[in-house]
């Protein structure tokens, strides 16, 4: 057995986690969250929607099926991964396996970390540090690559996590086409950190899709649909990108939104965003069809979410979350908007709900 360095995980609160460093051996702070998924550690660290985050995995054995190649798509969309890159500010595990075995694994996760300059840590009571977090809600954190003795001298600057506008910094900066061709339908896609599985689905569906930086005014452009990505941070600082939406909705072209993409519609429509005691962050993530006794378990990662009380009377609940009652998703009563809170795209699933999204969307341009 190697000797990893000692790490420690501080909360803003004082509480202290005493680990190994297994990835980057750098300080980080950003905002503590558990994630319940037991797999899928490569699609979520390549998440965008994590920036700023500190990832805590409740599932206790992690690595033991390494990392796939960071390999990408003649179009440019990553093979494996979600994006080009790692957007979690660190992984936080309890037994992490130096060790791997997977058909299409090329590297272990620390070797990964460490080529990304992301820190993760092992060794932690993550059983423990989910309690407190469910108990407090998520807080911020921080990560210093060293035995903390006197705790008193790192509680200081965590950052706020809320005040930072994150889309602006994953989003892309110029408009990307993708899949043109004679007669295809045009999407508009509004990037606010979007994964790449959205695209492929998309892609997959015989569509072109023309993804815009998240504060573009597409609505100049030529299109047939717009699609607005799942994004990190609080949707309260992208009031660009609801600016535009709000010009979109004045018309009648159909829109679907994922995740960020849910609570930009509804706040287009004029609902307010509240944060979540400690998010949704899991595969199985149970929601019903309003109206319908349909349920679905669904993935997702979120930490915000849609007040149903605030809908303008022209928007109603789409999937309500059957664990909290919280909202997950909206449509137009009229014309053909709506969005979901969870990841129909899934990678690493379910995929239950992919056909359900997007057939319905693609069908409706
Ligand atoms: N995955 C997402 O799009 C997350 C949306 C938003 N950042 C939230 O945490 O609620």
Redesign the pocket.
């Known amino acids: 057995m190697q000797k990893d360095r000692t790490a420690t995980l501080i909360l803003d609160d004082g509480t202290v986690f005493h680990g190994f460093s297994f990835g980057a051996e750098k300080p980080v702070s950003g905002e503590v969250v558990f994630n319940t998924a037991m797999t899928g550690y490569p699609e979520s660290l390549t998440d965008p929607?994590y920036a700023g985050q500190l990832m805590v995995l409740t599932y206790p054995l992690v690595g033991n099926y390494g990392v796939p190649p960071r390999t990408f798509r003649p179009d440019g969309l990553s093979e494996f991964m979600e994006s080009e890159r790692i957007h979690a500010d660190a992984i936080i595990v309890s037994d992490y396996s130096h060790e791997y075995s997977h058909w299409n694994a090329v590297c272990s996760l620390g070797d990964w970390l460490k080529e990304e300059n992301i820190p993760g840590i092992y060794g932690i009571d993550t059983r423990a540090l989910t309690k407190k977090l469910r108990e407090h809600g998520v807080m911020m954190g921080r990560i210093v690559m060293e035995d903390v003795k006197d705790v008193a001298k790192y509680l200081h600057d965590f950052g706020i996590y809320g005040a930072v506008n994150y889309v602006d910094e994953v989003s892309c900066k110029e408009v990307i086409t993708y899949g043109a061709g004679e007669g295809k339908k045009r999407v508009i896609l509004v990037d606010c950190g979007v994964k790449h599985n959205i695209i492929r689905c998309l892609l997959k569906r015989g569509v072109t899709v023309v993804r815009v930086p998240w504060d573009y005014d597409f609505t100049q452009l030529e299109y047939d649909g717009v699609f607005i990505s799942?994004?990190?941070?609080d949707?309260d600082t992208c009031d660009a990108a609801v600016q535009n939406i709000r010009k979109a909705i004045a018309g009648d072209k159909p829109i679907c939104g994922?995740?960020?993409g849910n609570?930009l519609l509804a706040k287009a429509g004029g609902a307010s965003i509240y944060k979540l005691k400690y998010?949704h962050r899991s595969h199985n993530q149970p929601v019903r069809m309003v109206g319908t006794n349909q349920c679905f378990i669904t993935s997702q990662?979120?930490?915000?979410a849609v007040d149903n009380n605030t809908l303008g009377e022209d928007w109603e609940p789409l999937f309500i979350n059957m664990n909290d009652g919280t909202n997950e998703g909206i449509r137009h009563k009229t014309k053909p908007f709506f969005s979901s809170q969870f990841h129909p795209e899934a990678c690493s699933g379910p995929t239950d709900t992919e056909a359900l999204i997007f057939d319905k969307f693609v069908g409706m341009l």
């Open positions: 929607s799942n994004g990190p941070g949707p994922i995740c960020m609570q998010g990662n979120h930490g915000y």
